[in-house]
């Protein structure tokens, strides 16, 4: 690399370090007894980021952690439990635990589409319409056509009672229908199948349902669909904010006197290589959106990575990715200096160099100041200092849900009954993320950027070297 791309390589992180960061955190209380009086949330996350300090320290909280900690997941247990400003995800958890229908239908409704596969395919082998057409017209004609019906209808139990009365009637089928005929009977998918349906019936899963519909559109359903389509959607507006001011800052430093020539391009959509050093263990391995440096005039020439973005279509939304980002970022880093990789991308082939790979590795838990996040979404009037995530790990602790089967049975339960849920944060794996919860987010949003700011602030750094 010459000086003078030397030169607009510190100037763009330059520009990345002065940009503004409009999706901070806001800093957590500086005491307990502030926390406490900010509210539920802020005293949950002041207790389990001080935690995750003094077990940094190798040494245990104080008491008065716990203390705060426990009163506020019990405050957090009651909200969650109000009738009608709850938490539908966590009354919905409740009736789970307590109910045995309401158990059995969560059950075999993980089962539900394996079993209907099962049963239609069995059914279709001796009713299909098409293996209908060769059978005479006749009882038993009819017979096989009200079986491939009620299947494909999903009327379970309607279905089995039918092939019983058909297995009943001999005049009605024919002989070598009558062992498959007896084989859907018995099955446990048909079983399983009807027993679902009789459990819709009963009031304990009919509320269970509602709860489940008010948290969010059902699995597999039109409206989960649809928020699909609309997710998406937004995220590709995200992404098309961040790639147009990257096309704009490349332009920029290309037009820069100082420039010897335009080498800096846009790379979307980069793939991690097949065969890449290191293990891929649930790490990122497609970059949105990347600024890459190399020979002028050849697109396909090898080149230096001198950004790399990831969008997000919210800024809660970083928090989740981050661990995985890491991950991807470590994994990149073990690139050999003297290599060059063929990354595939929606603009074609890059060839990167390793050298540029191995600055890409985090310092701890800390992004490399070229590696950020791009968000075009408005800021949050007030970001909460607890994830819904977090929010939702906490509730589903044994504990917690102890506690609330307390509350509705009119118990009056002490909050040291929650202090399993405490002692398990620096312990348990399953809370880990919940305990670094705070850590991460604020180190997520300090990367995270709005396009127009970025480019903004090249523009800048750029006028002011002119």
Same mark, same amino acid.
């Given at each position: 690399?010459d000086?003078?791309?030397?030169?607009?390589?510190?100037?763009?992180?330059?520009?990345?370090?002065?940009?503004?960061?409009?999706?901070?955190?806001?800093?957590?209380?500086?005491?307990?007894?502030?926390a406490?009086?900010?509210?539920?949330?802020?005293?949950?996350?002041?207790?389990m980021?001080?935690?995750?300090?003094?077990k940094?320290?190798?040494?245990?909280?104080?008491?008065?952690?716990?203390?705060?900690?426990?009163?506020?997941?019990?405050?957090l247990?009651?909200?969650?439990?109000?009738?009608?400003?709850?938490?539908?995800?966590f009354?919905?958890?409740?009736?789970?635990?307590?109910d045995?229908?309401?158990?059995?239908?969560?059950?075999?409704s993980?089962?539900?589409?394996?079993?209907?596969?099962t049963?239609?395919?069995?059914?279709?082998?001796?009713?299909?319409?098409?293996?209908?057409?060769?059978?005479?017209?006749?009882?038993?004609?009819?017979?096989?056509?009200?079986?491939?019906?009620?299947?494909?209808a999903?009327?379970?139990?309607?279905?089995?009672?039918?092939?019983?009365?058909?297995?009943?009637?001999?005049?009605?089928?024919?002989?070598?229908?009558?062992?498959?005929?007896?084989?859907?009977?018995?099955?446990?998918?048909?079983?399983?199948?009807?027993?679902?349906?009789?459990l819709?019936?009963?009031?304990?899963?009919?509320?269970?349902?509602?709860?489940?519909?008010?948290?969010g559109?059902?699995?597999?359903?039109?409206?989960?669909?649809?928020?699909?389509?609309?997710?998406?959607?937004?995220?590709?507006?995200?992404?098309?904010?961040?790639?147009?001011?990257?096309?704009?800052?490349?332009?920029?430093?290309?037009?820069?006197?100082?420039?010897?020539?335009?080498?800096?391009?846009?790379?979307?959509?980069?793939?991690?290589?097949?065969?890449?050093?290191?293990?891929?263990?649930?790490?990122?391995?497609?970059?949105?959106? =990347?600024?890459?440096?190399?020979?002028?005039?050849?697109?396909? %020439? +090898?080149?230096?990575? #001198? &950004? !790399? $973005? @990831?969008?997000?279509?919210?800024?809660?939304?970083?928090?989740?990715?981050f661990?995985?980002?890491?991950?991807?970022?470590?994994?990149?880093?073990?690139?050999?200096?003297?290599?060059?990789?063929?990354f595939?991308?929606?603009?074609?082939?890059?060839?990167?160099?390793?050298?540029?790979?191995q600055?890409?590795?985090p310092?701890?838990?800390?992004?490399?100041?070229?590696?950020?996040?791009?968000?075009? =979404?408005?800021?949050?009037?007030?970001?909460?200092?607890?994830g %819904? +995530?977090?929010?939702? #790990? &906490? !509730? $589903? @602790?044994?504990?917690?849900?102890?506690?609330?089967?307390?509350?509705?049975?009119?118990?009056?339960?002490?909050?040291?009954?929650?202090?399993?849920?405490?002692?398990?944060?620096?312990?348990?794996?399953?809370?880990?993320?919940?305990?670094?919860?705070?850590?991460?987010?604020?180190?997520?949003?300090?990367?995270?950027?709005?396009?127009?700011?970025?480019?903004?602030?090249?523009?800048?750094?750029?006028?002011?070297?002119?």
């Open positions: 690399m000086l003078q791309q030397q030169h607009l390589d510190t100037l763009l992180l330059a520009a990345l370090r002065a940009a503004p960061r409009r999706y901070r955190l806001p800093p957590l209380p500086a005491s307990a007894e502030a406490a009086a900010g509210g539920t949330e802020a005293a949950l996350a002041f207790a980021e001080a935690a995750r300090l003094e940094a320290r190798h040494l245990p909280p104080p008491a008065h952690l716990q203390a705060l900690f426990t009163r506020a997941l019990a405050q247990i009651r909200e969650a439990l109000a009738p009608e400003r709850g938490d539908p995800a009354q919905a958890a409740m009736l789970q635990a307590q045995a229908a309401v158990h059995e239908h969560v059950q075999l993980r089962q539900h589409a394996a079993d209907r596969r049963v239609r395919m069995a059914v279709d082998a001796i009713a299909h319409p098409g293996k209908l057409r060769r059978e005479l017209p006749g009882t038993a004609r009819d017979a096989m056509a009200r079986l491939h019906g009620l299947a494909a999903g009327s379970w139990t309607e279905l089995a009672r039918t092939i019983e009365q058909v297995l009943g009637q001999e005049s009605s089928v024919r002989a070598h229908l009558q062992a498959p005929l007896k084989a859907i009977l018995s099955s446990p998918a048909l079983q399983q199948l009807a027993r679902g349906s009789e819709l019936g009963f009031d304990s899963v009919q509320r269970y349902n509602a709860l489940c519909e008010r948290r559109p059902l699995a597999g359903s039109h409206a989960a669909a649809a928020e699909g389509r609309a997710s998406a959607q937004q995220g590709q507006v995200a992404e098309h904010a961040a790639v147009e001011a990257f096309r704009k800052i490349a332009q920029l430093l290309n037009r820069h006197p100082k420039g010897a020539a335009p080498t800096y391009r846009v790379a979307r959509g980069l793939r991690t290589p097949g065969g890449f050093p290191g293990e891929a263990n649930k790490a990122k391995e497609e970059w949105d959106a =990347a600024i890459v440096r190399g020979e002028s005039g050849e697109a396909a %020439a +090898a080149a230096d990575l #001198v &950004l !790399l $973005a @990831e969008t997000k279509a919210s800024p809660a939304s970083a928090t989740s990715d661990p995985r980002l890491l991950r991807g970022l470590r994994r990149l880093a073990q690139a050999s200096a003297k290599e060059t990789y063929a595939a991308s929606a603009d074609g082939e890059q060839r990167i160099f390793g050298a540029s790979l600055g890409l590795r310092i701890g838990r800390m992004l490399p100041p070229q590696v950020i996040y791009c968000c075009s =979404a408005p800021p949050e009037a007030s970001p909460q200092p607890l %819904a +995530a977090t929010r939702a #790990v &906490l !509730l $589903a @602790e044994p504990a917690s849900l102890a506690f609330a089967q307390q509350l509705a049975r009119g118990e009056a339960p002490s909050h040291d009954a929650l202090a399993p849920a405490w002692n398990a944060l620096a312990t348990a794996p399953r809370l880990q993320a919940a305990l670094h919860q705070y850590e991460t987010a604020q180190k997520a949003r300090a990367a995270m950027l709005h396009p127009d700011d970025l480019l903004a602030s090249v523009v800048q750094c750029l006028r002011r070297q002119s």
